[in-house]
């Protein structure tokens, strides 16, 4: 995926994103500097600073409540920032709100385009909202329909589209006024992973076609992976690293991943494991399983069943892969993010009040 020049990789230990002041790109899309959002005592956003270079897919990661929705609703002046600045198409969000909003698409997480209108009448009506032209409305609405290929169902009743196809909608509603920088908060929450990549090739595709900046959130690694140039790691409101996919797995020790199940857990294995040489890091990831960071996938293996042949233990399954960004995303939060995802999934669940609880 073509990307302009980057900088350097800049990369914090729990730090304020000052740490990061070598990100600064010339004349960005997109500047944050020291940004901070409080709630009452709750500082939701803790002094991030980053910069988005003009044509590029920037995203920020991190696991529910880390901070990446904050960030996006405060450069797209849903809220006010308490402190520090945001800049976007060369305008102070904070002094010139309104100038911000008509260089900017914004597509949030929920599906929020009328279902009981056509997907026309939706896109029709969000252009009128941005004082859109009638003929210059008519040019874009047919431009965007042929962009997210929706052109066979302009006329359908957005209700009946499939979920793949509703979230078309709505980037193609996020385009119609023809924007210069397009935020999108969780693309593809929800989305089947077909209906995903397709999503991912289409707003690649997007950013060529139509010279667009995008700076989206998300918890998928492989999202991140795939479809970004750069990628921001937030955690707990602070930015923890900043790179390309590339550059930050590259500054995860080990160069390679062996994962491994024995079919029998003991409590010595973890412990057995981080005394092979080479082995920089083990994740116990279930009964059995085990995720080993190593500079020698091919050496660690051997090891492996070695030891297992000593002990009379049985391998169940045995792979060695490159290092991923879950790898990296422990390596600067020390958790897993798809262990966040559980957490926050239980929590809501946890949440449901049933019939005949107390109130």
């Known amino acids: 995926m073509s990307a302009p020049t980057q900088p350097d990789i800049a990369i914090g230990s729990n730090s304020t994103s000052a740490s990061f ?62 402190s520090g600045k945001a800049t976007v198409a060369g305008f102070d969000v904070a002094k010139d709100p309104d100038a911000v909003r008509r260089k900017i698409g914004v597509i949030p997480q929920a599906l929020t385009s009328d279902p009981d209108l056509t997907v026309e009448e ?13 003929a ?12 997210v290929d929706l052109v066979k169902w302009r006329g359908a009743p957005v209700k009946t589209l499939s979920g793949g196809m509703r979230r078309r909608v709505e980037i193609a509603r996020g385009l119609v006024h023809n924007p210069h920088i397009f935020f999108l908060d969780e693309p593809t929450t929800g989305l089947d992973p077909v209906s995903r990549i397709a999503v991912w090739e289409m707003l690649d595709k997007l950013r060529k076609t139509r010279n667009l900046t995008m700076l989206l959130t998300t918890h998928y690694m492989e999202e991140a992976d795939k479809l970004c140039d750069r990628i921001a790691i937030v955690d707990h409101g602070k930015l923890v690293a900043l790179g390309t996919p590339l550059q930050l797995k590259q500054n995860v020790p080990g160069a390679n991943v062996v994962e491994v199940h024995f079919d029998r857990e003991t409590e010595q294995w973890k412990a057995r494991l981080e005394k092979l040489e080479g082995v920089t890091s083990v994740q116990s990831e279930s009964a059995g399983f085990y995720r080993v960071l190593t500079s020698s996938g091919s050496k660690t293996t051997m090891q492996l069943v070695e030891l297992a042949a000593s002990l009379g233990e049985t391998l169940t399954s045995l792979s060695v892969q490159n290092t991923t960004l879950d790898d990296v995303f422990v390596h600067y939060t020390g958790r897993q993010l798809r262990d966040e995802q559980v957490k926050a999934s239980m929590a809501s669940w946890a949440m449901l009040k049933r019939p005949g609880d107390p109130q």
Do not use: C, Q, W
Not at 127 to 134: E, F, I, M, T, W
Not at 136 to 147: D, T
């Open 122 to 134: 939706n896109l029709n009506i969000y252009a009128k909202l941005y004082s859109v032209p009638r």
């Open 136 to 147: 210059e409305r008519e040019k874009n609405v047919a431009e965007v329909l042929e962009a």
């Open 21 to 82: 002041a070598s990100d600064a790109v010339e004349n960005p899309a997109i500047a944050v500097e020291n940004i901070v959002k409080r709630y009452g005592a709750f500082e939701a956003v803790k002094g991030v600073s980053f910069s988005v270079a003009d044509g590029e897919i920037f995203g920020l990661l991190g696991p529910n409540g880390a901070g990446k929705s904050t960030l996006i609703r405060m450069m797209t002046t849903l809220v006010p920032i308490t």
